[in-house]
């Protein structure tokens, strides 16, 4: 927690607040990754799905700083939630934190661009420090930086770094340990001229506020209505403006253009670059071929193939170890706790919650951790790129494919990954139609229906009729996807206007280190909040299959208790008889019972009803449901095969079979679009901030999901 009064001396510490702030693609997270170590912490901003990451680094003996490493922005003109969050921070006008020293990062490969918002920064008359980055590539430009003479001509001190390979960050340190000992304030000079561009409105605008600068005072006039002061002071501003003619647009254009015409001066003085005729860099060679239109398309989908694989095959390695480790956790507890609610709570109810929780860990962990990579080298904004044509058309943009792929794998992650799109109606349809991505949880479904209901036939010797089955359910859940996307970009109004301005960086080798802290970070949001809502979840569904209306109950075990008295030999047959007899007569039971009727229109009996939801908390709690209803044995050679047999035999009470084609195709469908998964609900929640995104998330893709089975059961029966 950062406040006004931060800037505090403890003996011989002095403890500041620093935000570290920059363009996209400038080296500022680098930067702050090596500062802070791993004396980092992750959040969200106020009111706002944005990153909020910040860390502490040991300036100096004396010095403790606090980083807050700001989303990245272009200029101090904000367009998107994320630019709003920095805005606020730099004009000192966000409630929480006001730093008291800006280290600004700057790209010394592309210095016109930066020093715009250099520019600004510096006339903000706040202590700056500039970090130039990208060094390297400058050189491999052709362009050569003087950083005295740009140092004179910026009036702050500037400081060439590596973060990647640890240079300059000692003399950056010790920059900011005389800027702050020094209580350097600012530059003496403003870049524009402010005067000229609504001098007496600036001049009445600091009467109200002495302390702030010209250039502070033109964004008290532009955007007053949204700063932390009284309606009574806004009230004045306004009069301010209307009172002087004060034109927002018009004074943007003009200070920018007096923006540029100082910055050229400043590169002739400071900076020679080469000839623009130049030789291509290795970037741009391999962005022939990448971003080919015929070849770059190829590349991605064979780059989408091989992440969806690794996060399905790598992780299906620690997956069953953690499912193993809880198997046997479970059974120790089973022999030494006692046969009562209460242990049946613990192993049933805790234990079968917190497996749910942890059992993603490795998948967000291995998507989380190959992302990185990919963003690292510079490819993750090729694959937005070459997408963003498909993706607009129904509502979306480019960065909303790396989500949507991701989902195939595991719904949790991928709606995380939705946090790098910018803007907010986009990024919300993402994480409302990527459960539509058939996630591996539902391939256990998937395997046994599709074996139950679709012939064993193959064509042409390589072609198997239940493979082409397993593809189509994956391409109608992406088909569905793409037509809620086109339907709901009607219904989620938005003033913010969509942009994909994006800039390819350059291809540069990924950093160990970072994926290994992303991994570990992102594993530790999931487990620390969605958790409480799945461990939650799981709890009330436990006591809804255990308990049941209480002299229903005990009539049932004393008739299994007579039976396995009577014939001890059957013991094992009769305890597994009286699970399922409890399981159908306990709340759960009756509440599939309850919606028998509804569910039968589309070829469901009461067993598929209690599966539905049970299966709520997982998908693939599906296929144990199915083995307890039907009586399947928990051992491990009693496998999927025993299961399919009672399934294939199994019959409604008027002697028809229950798994037909028309019932498992309808099922089949149902999986495909229905939710299904708590944990994706806990984690849009968590996201959006609400209850009423993942609410109706639940309601559409259900009644979505009920539609389309009814009419595939009624065609096919």
């Not at 709570?345 to 962990?365: K, R, T, Y």
């Not at 990924?510 to 939650?536: C, S």
């Not at 693939?620 to 399934?647: I, P």
């Given at each position: 927690?950062?406040?006004?009064?931060?800037?505090?001396?403890?003996?011989?510490?002095?403890?500041?607040?620093?935000?570290?702030?920059?363009?996209?693609?400038?080296?500022?997270?680098?930067?702050?990754?090596?500062?802070?170590?791993?004396?980092?912490?992750?959040?969200?901003?106020?009111?706002?799905?944005?990153?909020?990451?910040?860390?502490?680094?040991?300036?100096?003996?004396?010095?403790?700083?606090?980083?807050?490493?700001?989303?990245?922005?272009?200029?101090?003109?904000?367009?998107?939630?994320?630019?709003?969050?920095?805005?606020?921070?730099?004009?000192?006008?966000?409630?929480?934190?006001?730093?008291?020293?800006?280290?600004?990062?700057?790209?010394?490969?592309?210095?016109?661009?930066?020093?715009?918002?250099?520019?600004?920064?510096?006339?903000?008359?706040?202590?700056?420090?500039?970090?130039?980055?990208?060094?390297?590539?400058?050189?491999?430009?052709?362009?050569?930086?003087?950083?005295?003479?740009?140092?004179?001509?910026?009036?702050?001190?500037?400081?060439?770094?590596?973060?990647?390979?640890?240079?300059?960050?000692?003399?950056?340190?010790?920059?900011?340990?005389?800027?702050?000992?020094?209580?350097?304030?600012?530059?003496?000079?403003?870049?524009?001229?402010?005067?000229?561009?609504?001098?007496?409105?600036?001049?009445?605008?600091?009467?109200?506020?002495?302390?702030?600068?010209?250039?502070?005072?033109?964004?008290?006039?532009?955007?007053?209505?949204?700063?932390?002061?009284?309606?009574?002071?806004?009230?004045?501003?306004?009069?301010?403006?209307?009172?002087?003619?004060?034109?927002?647009?018009?004074?943007?254009?003009?200070?920018?253009?007096?923006?540029?015409?100082?910055?050229?001066?400043?590169?002739?003085?400071?900076?020679?670059?080469?000839?623009?005729?130049?030789?291509?860099?290795?970037?741009?060679?391999?962005?022939?071929?990448?971003?080919?239109?015929?070849?770059?398309?190829?590349?991605?989908?064979?780059?989408?193939?091989?992440?969806?694989?690794?996060?399905?095959?790598?992780?299906?390695?620690?997956?069953?170890?953690?499912?193993?480790?809880?198997?046997?956790?479970?059974?120790?507890?089973?022999?030494?706790?006692?046969?009562?609610?209460?242990?049946?709570?613990?192993?049933?109810?805790?234990?079968?919650?917190?497996?749910?929780?942890?059992?993603?860990?490795?998948?967000?962990?291995?998507?989380?951790?190959?992302?990185?990579?990919?963003?690292?080298?510079?490819?993750?904004?090729?694959?937005?790129?070459?997408?963003?044509?498909?993706?607009?058309?129904?509502?979306?943009?480019?960065?909303?494919?790396?989500p949507m792929i991701s989902g195939f794998a595991c719904a949790v992650p991928a709606i995380m990954a939705a946090r790098n799109i910018e803007n907010k109606k986009e990024r919300l349809l993402t994480i409302m139609i990527t459960p539509l991505m058939s996630c591996s949880a539902r391939l256990p479904v998937y395997t046994i229906l599709v074996a139950l209901v679709i012939p064993a036939k193959t064509y042409f010797g390589i072609i198997s009729l239940q493979g082409m089955v397993m593809m189509f359910l994956y391409l109608f859940g992406m088909a569905m996807a793409m037509l809620v996307a086109w339907i709901m970009k009607w219904f989620i109004k938005s003033t913010e206007r969509s942009f994909f301005i994006l800039e390819l960086p350059v291809y540069r080798s990924p950093r160990w280190k970072n994926m290994f802290y992303t991994m570990f970070e992102k594993a530790k949001i999931f487990v620390f909040d969605a958790g409480k809502v799945i461990m939650l979840i799981s709890l009330l569904l436990w006591a809804l299959s255990t308990f049941g209306p209480p002299e229903k109950i005990s009539a049932i075990k004393r008739e299994y208790t007579q039976k396995i008295q009577q014939n001890p030999a059957a013991a094992e047959g009769l305890i597994k008889e009286e699970k399922t007899a409890l399981l159908q007569n306990s709340f759960a039971g009756h509440l599939g019972k309850f919606i028998e009727p509804a569910i039968a229109p589309i070829g469901y009996d009461w067993k598929i009803g209690i599966a539905l939801i049970t299966s709520f908390a997982a998908r693939e709690v599906f296929v144990g449901t199915m083995a307890t209803l039907y009586s399947v044995g928990d051992n491990a050679d009693e496998n999927n095969a025993t299961l399919y047999k009672k399934m294939s035999m199994a019959k409604r009470e008027d002697g028809t079979l229950v798994y037909t084609l028309a019932t498992g195709m309808s099922l089949l469908i149902f999986y495909v679009l229905a939710m299904q998964c708590m944990s994706t609900i806990a984690i849009v929640k968590r996201e959006t901030k609400s209850w009423k995104w993942p609410m109706i998330q639940l309601l559409y893709m259900t009644g979505l999901a009920y539609l389309c089975s009814l009419m595939v059961y009624q065609f096919l029966k």
């Amino acid at each position: 927690m950062y406040d006004k009064t931060s800037n505090t001396t403890n003996h011989l510490n002095k403890k500041i607040n620093i935000a570290l702030v920059g363009n996209p693609n400038s080296g500022k997270s680098s930067l702050f990754n090596e500062l802070t170590g791993l004396h980092q912490q992750v959040g969200n901003f106020p009111g706002v799905t944005v990153d909020k990451k910040t860390g502490i680094c040991n300036i100096s003996e004396k010095i403790q700083a606090n980083f807050i490493d700001l989303p990245g922005t272009y200029s101090l003109y904000p367009k998107r939630a994320d630019e709003w969050v920095s805005y606020k921070v730099l004009l000192q006008e966000d409630e929480i934190i006001v730093p008291d020293m800006i280290l600004l990062v700057a790209d010394a490969s592309n210095m016109k661009r930066n020093l715009l918002f250099c520019s600004q920064i510096i006339d903000l008359k706040i202590p700056v420090v500039v970090a130039l980055t990208m060094m390297d590539i400058a050189k491999e430009k052709g362009i050569s930086i003087d950083i005295p003479a740009l140092e004179i001509e910026l009036g702050v001190p500037i400081v060439a770094v590596n973060p990647r390979k640890k240079k300059g960050i000692g003399f950056l340190k010790k920059a900011i340990e005389q800027t702050a000992e020094i209580n350097h304030r600012h530059s003496s000079r403003d870049f524009i001229y402010n005067n000229m561009l609504a001098p007496r409105a600036i001049d009445e605008v600091k009467k109200i506020f002495p302390e702030i600068s010209d250039y502070k005072a033109i964004h008290y006039l532009i955007n007053h209505e949204l700063f932390s002061i009284s309606k009574d002071i806004s009230d004045k501003i306004k009069k301010i403006e209307v009172d002087n003619k004060f034109r927002p647009i018009k004074t943007q254009a003009e200070e920018i253009v007096q923006r540029y015409a100082k910055i050229k001066h400043i590169m002739q003085q400071a900076v020679v670059e080469s000839d623009p005729i130049k030789k291509s860099m290795f970037t741009e060679k391999v962005d022939n071929i990448l971003l080919h239109r015929t070849w770059g398309y190829i590349i991605l989908l064979t780059v989408l193939f091989i992440l969806f694989q690794s996060v399905f095959w790598i992780a299906q390695y620690p997956m069953n170890f953690i499912q193993e480790v809880f198997g046997t956790l479970s059974n120790w507890c089973s022999m030494i706790l006692p046969d009562n609610w209460l242990g049946d709570l613990f192993i049933n109810g805790f234990l079968a919650g917190l497996s749910g929780i942890l059992v993603f860990v490795p998948q967000i962990m291995i998507l989380f951790g190959l992302i990185t990579l990919l963003e690292d080298s510079g490819y993750m904004a090729r694959i937005s790129f070459l997408t963003d044509k498909i993706m607009r058309s129904v509502g979306l943009n480019g960065k909303s494919i790396m989500p949507m792929i991701s989902g195939f794998a595991c719904a949790v992650p991928a709606i995380m990954a939705a946090r790098n799109i910018e803007n907010k109606k986009e990024r919300l349809l993402t994480i409302m139609i990527t459960p539509l991505m058939s996630c591996s949880a539902r391939l256990p479904v998937y395997t046994i229906l599709v074996a139950l209901v679709i012939p064993a036939k193959t064509y042409f010797g390589i072609i198997s009729l239940q493979g082409m089955v397993m593809m189509f359910l994956y391409l109608f859940g992406m088909a569905m996807a793409m037509l809620v996307a086109w339907i709901m970009k009607w219904f989620i109004k938005s003033t913010e206007r969509s942009f994909f301005i994006l800039e390819l960086p350059v291809y540069r080798s990924p950093r160990w280190k970072n994926m290994f802290y992303t991994m570990f970070e992102k594993a530790k949001i999931f487990v620390f909040d969605a958790g409480k809502v799945i461990m939650l979840i799981s709890l009330l569904l436990w006591a809804l299959s255990t308990f049941g209306p209480p002299e229903k109950i005990s009539a049932i075990k004393r008739e299994y208790t007579q039976k396995i008295q009577q014939n001890p030999a059957a013991a094992e047959g009769l305890i597994k008889e009286e699970k399922t007899a409890l399981l159908q007569n306990s709340f759960a039971g009756h509440l599939g019972k309850f919606i028998e009727p509804a569910i039968a229109p589309i070829g469901y009996d009461w067993k598929i009803g209690i599966a539905l939801i049970t299966s709520f908390a997982a998908r693939e709690v599906f296929v144990g449901t199915m083995a307890t209803l039907y009586s399947v044995g928990d051992n491990a050679d009693e496998n999927n095969a025993t299961l399919y047999k009672k399934m294939s035999m199994a019959k409604r009470e008027d002697g028809t079979l229950v798994y037909t084609l028309a019932t498992g195709m309808s099922l089949l469908i149902f999986y495909v679009l229905a939710m299904q998964c708590m944990s994706t609900i806990a984690i849009v929640k968590r996201e959006t901030k609400s209850w009423k995104w993942p609410m109706i998330q639940l309601l559409y893709m259900t009644g979505l999901a009920y539609l389309c089975s009814l009419m595939v059961y009624q065609f096919l029966k």
